[in-house]
């Protein structure tokens, strides 16, 4: 079982933990990703995957932060930082499709900063697909800046030391 991070509930009343998965989430983690749809995936992904053992495996090889959204005790969103030693990241996020437009992605972007932040993360980017206007919205919300299109994709970055400075500065003006 993952460490409790969030509780709370949704726009419409859904009771919503979200959770720091552990290595012992593994297969709670890959089914959730192969119970996304193949549009999901590709949005996340930029490619076509079926099989999720090596991406969860692999995050929990590295330094990742990984969060679990759940209702009812199931996996409906995660979002994941996999950050280096110098403390530089790469985000992804991605919601279940019957579970998407309820605010899970907001509250999982939000939390995924916190945590970033609170283990010393300075920077993360993110690819999303131009035509992704979901995903980049709830991005740039949340402070993100484009910095430049690379091979078809967006790339964007999340100064974490910058929205520290633009926090500190709202709150003394
Ligand atoms: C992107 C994604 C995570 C959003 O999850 P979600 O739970 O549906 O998101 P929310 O309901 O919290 O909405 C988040 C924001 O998206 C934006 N948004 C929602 N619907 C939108 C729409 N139809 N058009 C444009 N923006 C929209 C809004 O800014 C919204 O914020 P608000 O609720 O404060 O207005 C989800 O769509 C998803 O899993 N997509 C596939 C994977 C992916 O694209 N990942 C991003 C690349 S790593």
């Not at 859904?14 to 552990?22: D, F, G, I, L, Q």
């Not at 490619?47 to 590295?62: A, C, M």
């Not at 609170?118 to 697909?129: E, H, R, T, W």
């Not at 131009?130 to 690379?150: C, D, E, F, S």
């Amino acid at each position: 079982m993952g460490i409790l991070v969030y509780s709370g509930v949704l726009k419409d009343g859904t009771p919503v933990e979200v959770e720091r998965a552990t290595p012992e989430d593994r297969e709670k983690l890959i089914h959730f990703y192969e119970a996304l749809s193949a549009e999901c995936i590709y949005n996340r992904f930029m490619s076509i995957i079926r099989y999720f053992d090596p991406y969860v495996d692999s995050l929990f090889r590295g330094n990742a932060i990984v969060l679990m959204a759940k209702v009812n005790d199931k996996v409906v969103g995660v979002a994941e930082v996999v950050y280096d030693d110098r403390g530089m990241g790469e985000s992804g996020i991605a919601v279940l499709d019957e579970y998407q437009g309820k605010g899970i992605g907001s509250l999982l972007g939000r939390l995924i900063i916190e945590e970033a932040k609170k283990n010393g993360i300075k920077k993360f980017y993110a690819y999303i697909l131009p035509t992704n206007m979901k995903a980049l919205q709830m991005a740039l919300k949340h402070g993100a800046r484009i910095v430049k299109r690379y091979s078809g994709m967006l790339y964007l970055e999340f100064d974490l030391e910058g929205l520290n400075k633009g926090e500190r500065k709202t709150r003394e003006n």
